[in-house]
Each structure stands twice: as C-alpha cells, then as structure tokens.
C-alpha cells in the first residue's frame, strides 16, 4: 500500500510561481512512475504532468509546458510539481497520483494511489 500527502496549494497571483510536494510512504517509492492531476470545477479530472520511476523521462499537457516541471527525490520519497507562470486556468484541485509501473502511464485509470488533493487558486 502506498500513501501520498501532498502539500503547497494556496493562493497566488496570476504570473508568480508555487511548489507543490508529494510525500509518499509505503511500498518503494522509486519503483512508480508518477503524475500529477488537476480537477477544475465542472470539468474532468487531466493528467498535468507526469515523470517515470526513474526520473529520466517526463510528459507535460501542452497547456502546462515551459512552465510547469515535474520531478522527483527517489531518496526521499517525494515527488514535486514546479508551476511557473500561473495563470487563472491553472486554478484547481491537483492530486498527486502514483501507478505500480515504471513507465510514464496518461489514464487516471492506470494510477491506482492518490492523494486527497491540494487547491490551487490563481487570481488577477
């Protein structure tokens, strides 16, 4: 079993930045690949940005490219989301996720554990 806390949500101006954590415990951490989701209201939940167990390979929603980078501390057991650049419709619910493969997987199906989610809000 794993379990994710992620923390670092708040609010932030439209332009400045924000990290948010993912702290994990449980089965080894550096055996999953990892992702990082967001959930605006009334729509559906989206793969923001997602890194391999190993850390060497990474994937981006092109909304979130060039501003947004994932990545991950294998010793410590926490994965992080640094958003750049924020805008109002990064506002959301972001959930950390993790799935029991190596590789990069993009269906929320595939990540079988999950935080209970942080909010990001972006104002004007």
């Known amino acids: 079993q794993v379990q994710l806390v992620e923390s670092g949500g708040g609010l932030v101006q439209a332009g400045g930045p924000l990290r948010l954590s993912c702290a994990s415990s449980g089965r080894t951490f550096s055996w999953y690949s990892m992702g990082w989701f967001r959930q605006a209201p009334g729509k559906d939940r989206e793969l923001v940005a997602a890194?391999?167990?190993?850390?060497?390979?990474?994937y981006y929603t092109d909304a979130v490219k060039g501003r947004f980078t994932i990545s991950r501390d294998n010793a410590n057991n926490t994965n992080y989301l640094q958003m750049n650049s924020l805008k109002r419709e990064d506002t959301a619910v972001y959930y950390c996720?993790?799935?029991?493969?190596?590789?990069?997987?993009?269906?929320?199906?595939?990540?079988?554990?999950w935080g209970q989610g942080t909010q990001v809000t972006v104002s004007s």
């Open positions: 890194i391999s167990s190993s850390g060497r390979s990474t």
């Open positions: 996720a993790a799935t029991e493969y190596e590789l990069i997987h993009y269906k929320a199906d595939d990540y079988k554990y």
